[in-house]
Antibody, heavy 119, light 106 residues
Framework: QLQLQESGPGLVKASETLSLTCSVS??????????WGWIRQPPGKGLEWIGS???????HYNPSLKSRVTISVDKSKNRFSLRLSSVTAADTAVYYC???????????WGQGTLVTVSS | DIQMTQSPSSLSASVGDRVTITCRAS??????LGWYQQKPGKAPKRLIY???TLQSGVPLRFSGSGSGTEFTLTINSLQPEDFAIYYC?????????FGQGTKLEI
């Protein structure tokens, strides 16, 4: 059974960089059928797609965040990562990683991790 | 970007009721649409993909229909565990976009 697990600091200072990692188990991140994505959800609000990466490096970013987002993949460790720079309070959210199937998008999700931006 | 508009934003119903949630896309997306259920403190769970294909393990009281720009999620005979927030997602193109959610309340 595929499992995804987010990890990283739960508190980030404003103007600094948020960094999260998603570890994948029970399947290979190098599968040709899948991208790997990040989604976030501010407290009490809806879901926002951040970006998705293919194991060979192809990347798609949400245009609204593109200038601040970097997603990378580490095939050797079967994990992928998110960096979001110059964070503000508006970036406080639960961040989820998910498998983004090429045919039908997000099927497996991590449990999510709350990141709070402090001033 | 393709905008996804869900209606209603909230819905009150009772156990045993049948409810329908609608999602409209700002442009045609074929059948590249999924429906997700989210309970408090939990990650979203996919119920439906390709507009009408039931995810394995999801009860048969859930069904999806539609194509192009208009889609519906129907829940027959509501059960207590169905009270949650429901989201649609279009994945025909990047950026993937979610509807704003429908809160289904008792």
């Amino acid at each position: 059974q595929l499992q995804l697990q987010e990890s990283g600091p739960g508190l980030v200072k404003a103007s600094e960089t948020l960094s999260l990692t998603c570890s994948v188990s029970g399947g290979s991140i190098s599968s040709s059928s899948f991208y790997w994505g990040w989604i976030r959800q501010p407290p009490g609000k809806g879901l926002e797609w951040i970006g998705s990466i293919y194991y060979s490096g192809g990347i798609h970013y949400n245009p609204s965040l593109k200038s601040r987002v970097t997603i990378s993949v580490d095939k050797s460790k079967n994990r992928f990562s998110l960096r979001l720079s110059s964070v503000t309070a508006a970036d406080t959210a639960v961040y989820y990683c998910a498998r983004d199937a090429i045919l039908d998008s997000f099927d497996y999700w991590g449990q999510g991790t709350l990141v709070t931006v402090s001033s | 970007d393709i905008q996804m508009t869900q209606s209603p934003s909230s819905l009150s119903a009772s156990v045993g009721d049948r409810v329908t949630i609608t999602c409209r896309a700002s442009q045609g997306i074929g059948n590249d649409l999924g429906w997700y259920q989210q309970k408090p403190g939990k990650a979203p769970k996919r119920l439906i993909y390709e507009a009408s294909t039931l995810q394995s393990g999801v009860p048969l009281r859930f069904s999806g229909s539609g194509s192009g720009t208009e889609f519906t999620l129907t829940i027959n005979s509501l059960q207590p565990e169905d009270f949650a927030i429901y989201y649609c997602l279009q994945y025909t193109t990047y950026p993937h976009t979610f509807g704003q959610g429908t809160k289904l309340e008792i």
